[in-house]
């Protein structure tokens, strides 16, 4: 099964971008499907993106649509996140994910679906 270490957060201003990085191990993340998700204080985690495929179509949270953005490197075993033009609003535990790809046939922003979760990582967007 595959195990999920996230990294990159951190204290950003308003208007900053930060690159989130997920490093899979114990599994190629060719076979799976991969997701971001948030929750921030009070609030329920909330799905941002998903990526079924490598080079597949994404699916994007209408709040993060042009702002963050989900990519793969099947290669090096990675998942990113870069987000721009950060709000507040957006801060929050950000969390990889996944699902073995012969569980569904496309991706969903649904934390149910996803067997696997790292620990999280913290970005905290503030003046």
């Known amino acids: 099964q595959v195990q999920l270490v996230e990294s990159g957060g951190g204290l950003v201003q308003p208007g900053g971008s930060l690159t989130l990085s997920c490093a899979a191990s114990g599994a190629s993340l060719s076979n799976y499907f991969t997701a971001w998700f948030r929750q921030a204080p009070g609030k329920d985690r909330e799905g941002i993106s998903c990526l079924s495929r490598s080079h597949g179509e994404t699916v994007s949270a209408d709040s993060v649509k042009g702002r963050l953005t989900i990519s793969r490197d099947d290669g090096s075993n990675m998942l990113y996140l870069q987000t721009n033009n950060l709000k507040p609003e957006d801060t929050a535990v950000y969390y990889c994910?996944?699902?073995?790809?012969?569980?569904?046939?496309?991706?969903?922003?649904?934390?149910?679906?996803?067997?696997?979760w790292g620990q999280g990582t913290q970005v905290t967007v503030s003046s």
């Open positions: 994910a996944a699902v073995k790809a012969s569980s569904f046939t496309e991706c969903r922003l649904v934390d149910r679906d996803y067997a696997y």
